[in-house]
């Protein structure tokens, strides 16, 4: 089992960054990608950006060059900076990780982007 407990959502006008953090605990050596994932009210859940043990990161094209996502593997904790944001990155964001056998998630953290 892997849990995953997200923080650093809020309120942010547009332009302005925020870092979201997901802290995993549990069979973490089991995990070998983690990802943030969003969904927007009367949307799908979409990929936002994933980062494996081993190899490249990979981005929605929606905000390349924006987000940066990144893992402190100490630390048990993947990141992801957001900058330049927009009204339409308002979404429920949610950590993902997985394993050979399993999805998981996270609760979901609010970001909203508004002036």
């Known amino acids: 089992q892997v849990q995953l407990v997200e923080s650093g959502g809020g309120l942010v006008q547009p332009g302005g960054s925020l870092r979201l953090s997901c802290a995993a605990s549990g069979s973490i050596r089991d995990i070998n990608r983690m990802g943030w994932y969003r969904q927007a009210p009367g949307k799908q859940r979409e990929l936002v950006a994933t980062i494996p043990s081993g190899g490249s990161t990979n981005y929605a094209d929606s905000v390349k060059g924006r987000f940066t996502i990144s893992r402190a593997n100490a630390k048990n904790t993947v990141y992801l900076q957001m900058n330049s944001l927009k009204p339409e990155d308002t979404a429920v964001y949610y950590c993902?990780?997985?394993?050979?056998?399993?999805?998981?998630w996270g609760q979901g953290t609010q970001v909203t982007v508004s002036s």
């Open positions: 993902n990780a997985q394993t050979n056998f399993r999805i998981y």
